[in-house]
């Protein structure tokens, strides 16, 4: 619902919930704290799992962070989600996934371009 995607837009003070806009669509991860007391890290196990399967789809997409933001008018991102999706106030919101067909996709960088001159590993 693309009405609903440029009313989630608004959903942080900062950063890229703006993407949401012209997004082809969005996953909103939530999850109930009175049933596990891992959600966190459950939701974001869930998150990078989806993250990396449409980057193997050849989908573009964008962890926006949910939990703990705020969003343009004052309220926590997770009641402004709440508002626009209507979900219940038992589910707890983690992190929205952006996700959409890239107008490119860069070629991959080869091992030999790598600046692991930067890298530095202290031994004890």
Same mark, same amino acid.
């Given at each position: 619902?693309?009405?609903?995607?440029?009313?989630?837009?608004?959903?942080?003070? =900062?950063?890229?919930? =703006?993407?949401?806009?012209?997004?082809?669509?969005? &996953?909103?991860? &939530?999850? =109930?704290?009175?049933?596990?007391?891992?959600?966190?890290?459950?939701?974001?196990?869930?998150?990078?799992?989806?993250?990396?399967?449409?980057?193997?789809?050849?989908?573009?997409?964008?962890?926006?962070?949910?939990?703990? $933001?705020?969003? &343009?008018?004052? /309220?926590?991102?997770?009641?402004?989600? =709440? $508002?626009?999706?209507?979900?219940?106030?038992?589910? $707890?919101?983690?992190?929205?996934?952006?996700?959409?067909?890239?107008?490119?996709?860069?070629?991959?960088?080869?091992? /030999?371009?790598?600046?692991?001159?930067?890298?530095? &590993?202290?031994?004890?």
């Amino acid at each position: 619902d693309r009405d609903k995607l440029i009313g989630m837009s608004g959903c942080r003070l =900062r950063g890229s919930s =703006r993407m949401l806009a012209g997004a082809d669509t969005a &996953i909103v991860v &939530i999850a =109930r704290d009175d049933v596990s007391d891992t959600w966190i890290e459950d939701c974001s196990v869930v998150m990078a799992n989806m993250h990396l399967m449409a980057s193997a789809l050849g989908v573009g997409s964008c962890w926006i962070q949910g939990r703990g $933001r705020d969003a &343009i008018d004052g /309220e926590t991102t997770e009641d402004f989600l =709440r $508002r626009i999706l209507q979900f219940p106030a038992e589910y $707890r919101l983690e992190a929205i996934l952006s996700l959409g067909i890239p107008e490119e996709a860069p070629e991959a960088r080869s091992p /030999e371009s790598l600046p692991f001159r930067k890298v530095h &590993i202290n031994k004890y």
